[in-house]
């Protein structure tokens, strides 16, 4: 963290010396590391904006590898950020244009445009964009092909399958167990309980035990992963008749998801919220908590999620 605040400091400093050079390859990095910035904190549109001016100077300087690795994530802030799922397929098939024939890039492009499109309920054209990226990958080796886990995961749960979201998840989390990997160990492993928590009660012990290694992992900065286990948490703490505390861990989950623009994490963690307060009997407050779901559900062009903030309101209309 004070690695993180130093560099946040010496940034200007930085580009004011990069611009008074013309230095358009120094401006270009220097961009990326205040987008890398906005980034750790989920403050996902001022990292695509800083992103985008990155870009620019990437292609004034012909740089095309710092290029590609931009647009990758730009496409990235498209699938994660505020940016409308319709409007963010449109960005990424510009970004695979311009991209060209690299291989890598446009893999990374295509994973986070699969995601796009199952927010918008096209689930088959999701599974044929992931093996488009696949076949990019194949082609870069055969350790390559573990990066498209996580989307198809991710495209499993937003189609309602979480046992098969479990299946992808586990093999990434086995694999990065075995190479004591902690830097997305976090996310993963609060993913893969998510993924058992959707499945019932019979497996909250076992989503139990990956929220202790989620948490240790992540060490408390890993944002998204605090949100998700402190949500998981919540909802199995609420299941098991322990509301107070139940109530208290969703409320901070919700409270830090408010702190970004993830909008689709926002929502899912004012969800289980919502579940928390019907479980624990206060019932009067879920349908607020569902409105505010549904409305940044619809802003992100979530589908599923919108149908699910839908089903919680109906469920308590009578209220």
């Known amino acids: 963290m004070r690695a993180a605040a130093e560099i946040a400091r010496a940034l200007p400093e930085l580009s004011n010396e990069f611009a008074q050079s013309l230095d358009e390859v120094g401006l270009c990095q220097t961009l990326q590391l205040e987008a890398a910035m906005h980034w750790e904190h989920a403050r996902s549109a001022a990292a695509e904006d800083a992103w985008q ?3 620019q100077y990437a292609r004034r300087a012909n ?3 710092q290029l590609t690795d931009i647009l990758g994530w730009l496409a990235s802030a498209a699938l994660w950020g505020p940016t409308p799922a319709a409007e963010g ?3 990424c098939e510009n970004y695979l244009e311009e991209i060209g024939n690299h291989h890598r890039g446009q893999a990374v492009v295509l994973l986070h445009m699969a995601g796009l499109y199952a927010m918008q309920d096209k689930v088959e054209i999701a599974h044929a964009t992931l093996n488009r990226a696949k076949s990019h990958l194949d082609s870069l080796g055969p350790t390559m092909t573990a990066a498209i886990i996580q989307p198809a995961a991710f495209i499993a749960m937003l189609a309602g399958d979480p046992a098969t979201a479990e299946m992808h998840l586990r093999l990434e989390y086995e694999s ?9 160990l976090a996310t993963t492993t609060a993913l893969l309980a998510k993924a058992l928590v959707a499945q019932g009660e019979s497996r909250y012990d076992e989503a139990t035990q990956l929220i202790a ?3 240790e992992a992540g060490a ?3 944002l998204y992963a605090q949100i998700l286990c402190q949500g998981l948490s ?7 008749g322990r509301h107070a505390e139940a109530l208290e861990l969703a409320s901070s989950a919700a409270t830090l998801a408010a702190q970004t623009d993830l909008l689709s994490q926002h929502a899912d963690a004012l969800l289980d919220l919502a579940k928390v307060l019907a479980a624990s009997g206060r019932v009067s407050e879920v349908h607020a908590v569902a409105v505010q779901a549904l409305d940044l559900y619809q802003r992100k062009g979530n589908l599923p999620g919108t149908r699910e903030s839908l089903g919680c ?7």
Do not use: F, N, P, V
């Open 313 to 319: 309101l109906t469920r308590y209309a009578h209220i």
């Open 220 to 222: 408390g900065e890993d």
């Open 213 to 215: 290694i989620s948490q």
């Open 89 to 91: 397929i449109r960005h």
């Open 176 to 184: 990065l167990k075995q190479m004591g990997e902690k830097g997305i």
């Open 53 to 55: 001016r990155a870009a």
């Open 63 to 65: 740089d095309r590898r």
């Open 234 to 240: 919540a909802r199995i703490l609420a299941d098991r």
